[in-house]
């Protein structure tokens, strides 16, 4: 497949994800504080992971260009891009902050059961999968927060997730910086590797590839239907 063959299959596989039962649910949940410090510390969990994970496929691709890329993906991730200086993660930290969570508890948080089963999963797909399994893997949870692609679906994760913050809590968009800078990076995070694919992934591998693709996907709905229950658990305590 070349470059837009790939971007079809890549975004149908995403879409279809996008609408499945367990993402609807965790857009539906009414969104409380607590509710709110449990996605922002597994979602730091979470991103912290990536970095590990990313170190993999690096280390199983031959290909000095694809390791250049993901190099530069990197970079802006653990040390500095357009959107921040000083990487991702410290989003997280800064919009646990606005909801009254420190650095060492935003930081320093449990797993939820579905964070770590996840976690664990996506670590031995990038470790012990061919780098092309393993990079699409990782890419297509980028496609997640592409509002190009769900626009129609009032947008990406970050996006639509934003929204809910606002209605729910009153936040703004700068007290949100994670869920602000990822409904733009990763829409170019989405497009970075697909070059790669259309080089690399050719004849049977097409098919190994969206496979693992649809896989990840299926990661991603476990991990994000986990943080839906517990922020419905917390709404429901909080009723009380």
């Not at 857009?27 to 993999?56: E, N």
């Not at 990487?87 to 646990?96: N, P, S």
């Not at 129609?152 to 809910?164: P, T, V």
């Not at 990840?216 to 994000?224: V, Y």
Request: aromatic share 8%; net charge negative.
């Amino acid at each position: 497949m070349n470059r837009a063959e790939w971007r079809r299959q890549l975004g149908d596989i995403v879409r279809d994800a996008m609408l499945a039962p367990e993402i609807e649910h965790y857009f539906s949940v009414k969104i409380t504080k607590p509710g709110a410090q449990a996605l922002i510390t597994q979602l730091g969990l979470f991103i912290h992971h990536r970095r590990d994970c990313w170190a993999h496929v690096s280390a199983n691709c031959p290909h000095m260009s694809v390791k250049q890329k993901i190099l530069q993906h990197e970079y802006g991730e653990v040390i500095k891009d357009n959107y921040t200086e000083h990487g991702h993660l410290d989003l997280i930290v800064r919009q646990g902050k606005a909801l009254g969570l420190t650095a060492d508890q935003v930081l320093n948080v449990k797993p939820l059961p579905s964070t770590m089963a996840t976690l664990y999963a996506w670590a031995w797909v990038t470790r012990e999968k061919s780098w092309l399994e393993g990079l699409v893997s990782l890419s297509v949870t980028e496609w997640a927060n592409d509002d190009r692609l769900h626009h129609d679906l009032g947008g990406g994760l970050s996006s639509r997730m934003a929204k809910r913050w606002m209605d729910d809590l009153g936040f703004s968009w700068e007290q949100m910086p994670n869920f602000k800078v990822h409904s733009q990076a990763d829409e170019e995070h989405s497009d970075m590797f697909l070059e790669d694919l259309e080089r690399f992934a050719l004849g049977e591998k097409e098919a190994v590839v969206c496979q693992a693709a649809k896989e990840s996907m299926e990661l991603h709905k476990i991990f994000r239907g986990g943080i839906a229950a517990e922020m419905e658990r917390l709404a429901k305590e909080a009723a009380r």
